[in-house]
Protein backbone atom coordinates (compact mmCIF):
# COMPACT_ATOMS: atom_id res chain seq x y z
CA UNK A 1 0.00 0.00 0.00
CA UNK A 2 2.94 2.39 1.17
CA UNK A 3 4.61 2.31 -2.36
CA UNK A 4 1.50 2.40 -4.19
CA UNK A 5 0.91 6.07 -2.87
CA UNK A 6 4.21 7.09 -3.22
CA UNK A 7 3.61 5.92 -6.83
CA UNK A 8 0.41 7.90 -7.15
CA UNK A 9 2.04 11.29 -5.86
CA UNK A 10 4.79 10.90 -8.19
CA UNK A 11 2.69 10.64 -10.83
CA UNK A 12 1.21 13.91 -10.26
CA UNK A 13 3.95 16.36 -7.79
CA UNK A 14 7.24 14.79 -9.55
CA UNK A 15 7.66 16.33 -13.08
CA UNK A 16 10.17 13.47 -13.48
CA UNK A 17 7.89 11.31 -12.99
CA UNK A 18 4.24 12.32 -14.89
CA UNK A 19 3.21 13.43 -17.90
CA UNK A 20 4.65 16.97 -17.66
CA UNK A 21 8.24 14.94 -18.23
CA UNK A 22 7.62 14.70 -21.97
CA UNK A 23 8.46 18.76 -21.87
CA UNK A 24 11.48 19.39 -23.15
CA UNK A 25 12.22 22.37 -21.83
CA UNK A 26 12.84 21.61 -17.65
CA UNK A 27 12.01 25.48 -17.10
CA UNK A 28 8.22 25.39 -18.81
CA UNK A 29 7.97 21.98 -16.61
CA UNK A 30 8.44 23.95 -13.97
CA UNK A 31 6.33 26.96 -14.47
CA UNK A 32 3.27 24.46 -15.41
CA UNK A 33 3.79 22.90 -12.00
CA UNK A 34 3.62 26.25 -10.45
CA UNK A 35 0.71 27.47 -11.97
CA UNK A 36 -1.29 23.94 -11.26
CA UNK A 37 0.29 24.21 -7.56
CA UNK A 38 -1.39 27.55 -7.79
CA UNK A 39 -4.83 26.63 -9.19
CA UNK A 40 -5.29 24.07 -6.37
CA UNK A 41 -4.12 26.20 -3.46
CA UNK A 42 -6.42 28.96 -4.79
CA UNK A 43 -9.42 25.83 -5.42
CA UNK A 44 -9.03 24.32 -1.81
CA UNK A 45 -8.58 28.00 -0.18
CA UNK A 46 -12.00 28.28 -2.01
CA UNK A 47 -13.28 25.33 -0.74
CA UNK A 48 -12.62 25.81 3.45
CA UNK A 49 -13.33 29.39 3.88
CA UNK A 50 -15.58 29.95 6.68
CA UNK A 51 -18.79 30.77 4.40
CA UNK A 52 -18.38 27.37 2.66
CA UNK A 53 -21.20 25.99 4.28
CA UNK A 54 -23.59 28.49 2.04
CA UNK A 55 -24.91 26.91 -0.77
CA UNK A 56 -23.41 29.51 -3.34
CA UNK A 57 -19.94 29.34 -2.01
CA UNK A 58 -20.02 25.69 -2.28
CA UNK A 59 -21.29 25.68 -5.78
CA UNK A 60 -18.84 27.80 -6.16
CA UNK A 61 -15.88 25.37 -4.57
CA UNK A 62 -16.91 22.34 -6.19
CA UNK A 63 -17.39 23.75 -9.67
CA UNK A 64 -13.73 25.06 -9.20
CA UNK A 65 -12.59 22.08 -7.90
CA UNK A 66 -14.26 20.04 -10.81
CA UNK A 67 -12.50 22.18 -13.12
CA UNK A 68 -8.97 21.93 -11.56
CA UNK A 69 -9.21 18.18 -12.35
CA UNK A 70 -10.43 18.86 -16.05
CA UNK A 71 -7.46 21.59 -16.14
CA UNK A 72 -5.05 19.46 -14.29
CA UNK A 73 -5.99 16.23 -16.81
CA UNK A 74 -6.00 18.48 -20.00
CA UNK A 75 -2.67 19.53 -18.77
CA UNK A 76 -1.10 16.29 -18.59
CA UNK A 77 -2.89 14.86 -21.51
CA UNK A 78 -1.36 17.65 -24.03
CA UNK A 79 2.33 17.36 -22.31
CA UNK A 80 1.90 13.30 -22.94
CA UNK A 81 0.73 13.80 -26.23
CA UNK A 82 2.53 16.71 -28.04
CA UNK A 83 5.38 18.11 -25.13
CA UNK A 84 6.65 20.72 -27.64
CA UNK A 85 3.25 22.82 -27.79
CA UNK A 86 4.12 24.45 -24.72
CA UNK A 87 7.49 25.67 -26.18
CA UNK A 88 7.13 26.01 -29.77
CA UNK A 89 4.59 28.55 -29.44
CA UNK A 90 6.79 30.91 -27.69
CA UNK A 91 7.64 33.54 -30.11
CA UNK A 92 7.48 37.30 -30.16
CA UNK A 93 4.44 38.41 -32.83
CA UNK A 94 7.30 39.21 -35.12
CA UNK A 95 8.88 35.40 -35.11
CA UNK A 96 5.55 33.23 -35.56
CA UNK A 97 5.42 32.75 -39.21
CA UNK A 98 8.88 32.19 -39.43
CA UNK A 99 10.23 35.46 -40.57
CA UNK A 100 11.61 38.59 -39.57
CA UNK A 101 11.87 41.86 -40.96
CA UNK A 102 15.35 43.63 -41.43
CA UNK A 103 15.59 46.65 -42.77
CA UNK A 104 12.34 46.41 -45.01
CA UNK A 105 13.36 42.73 -45.93
CA UNK A 106 11.57 39.90 -44.79
CA UNK A 107 13.85 37.60 -44.11
CA UNK A 108 13.13 33.71 -43.39
CA UNK A 109 14.46 32.20 -39.96
CA UNK A 110 16.39 28.58 -39.68
CA UNK A 111 14.12 26.07 -39.31
CA UNK A 112 15.69 25.17 -35.70
CA UNK A 113 15.67 28.69 -34.86
CA UNK A 114 14.05 28.79 -31.25
CA UNK A 115 13.44 32.65 -31.28
CA UNK A 116 14.27 35.22 -28.16
CA UNK A 117 16.77 37.88 -27.64
CA UNK A 118 18.14 36.15 -24.60
CA UNK A 119 19.56 32.76 -25.64
Same mark, same amino acid.
Given at each position: ?34 ? =? @?????? #????? /? !? +? ?14 ? =? @?????? #????? /? !? +? ?39
Amino acid at each position: MREYIYDTWNGVMDARFNPLKNIPDLHVQHMVMQV =L @AFMWSV #VFGLM /I !A +ESAFAFGISAIAHTAF =L @AAIVVT #VATFN /I !A +EKSPYSFVNGYHSVNRTRNYVWINGVKTKLDDTDPGGEHE
